[in-house]
């Protein structure tokens, strides 16, 4: 009975499960994302766990802060690990243009990653000039529509995160985000 019981669990979620591939851009990188999600109400709420790498291309940061000048190159690479519930509202991606609003999607959770800095650097308008290597900490909240064509998606997001480099910069920002990808 247990067996049979395991069994039944399994197939029954695997029959209503969700993968997500997909492609980003944000003002954290570009990289890669997968989620894996279920239907936790058949074609109305998939809620599930989701995950990404992001890459910063190198950025010159040269310039002055507080009278001490700064020249030196920021490089970047990170990771999120979070949650998606991804809405349906029946009927509205049949009408035009107010389709595109069909499948709003709640993103959210941590990220963590290294920021990598030769020489003295700086980011961008933020923080103090550092050296070497920081660990970066923080979390992301995003809002996105995506819009379908059978499996493939492009879902632009906007939201916030904030970004935690001990010893350099503690900033909350809007961030906007596209994502281009296939859920099965």
């Known amino acids: 009975m247990r067996k049979f019981s395991l069994v039944f669990l399994l197939v029954f979620s695997l029959g209503f499960s969700a993968v997500r591939l997909q492609g980003q851009v944000s003002s954290l ?21 989701e995950g990404s790498t992001h890459t910063w291309p190198v950025i010159k940061s040269k310039g002055e802060y507080q009278g001490v000048p700064y020249d030196g190159n920021i490089s970047l690479s990170a990771s999120r690990a979070g949650g998606y519930a991804k809405f349906t509202i029946p009927g509205l991606s049949l009408i035009p243009i107010v389709g595109l609003l069909a499948h709003p999607t709640i993103h959210a959770g941590t990220q963590s ?24 900490e923080g979390s992301y909240a995003l809002l996105g529509f995506p819009g379908y064509l059978l499996w493939f998606f492009i879902e632009p997001a906007i939201g916030t995160q904030h970004i935690y480099v001990p010893g350099v910069a503690n900033i909350s920002y809007t961030d906007v985000q596209l994502a281009i990808g296939a859920s099965f």
């Open 113 to 136: 990653g290294v920021l990598s800095a030769g020489d003295a650097a700086r980011l961008p308008g933020f923080g103090v000039p550092f050296s070497g290597n920081r660990k970066i």
């Open 29 to 49: 990188g570009y990289g890669a994302g997968l989620g894996l999600g279920m239907q936790v109400i058949p074609v109305l709420l998939e809620v599930g766990l």
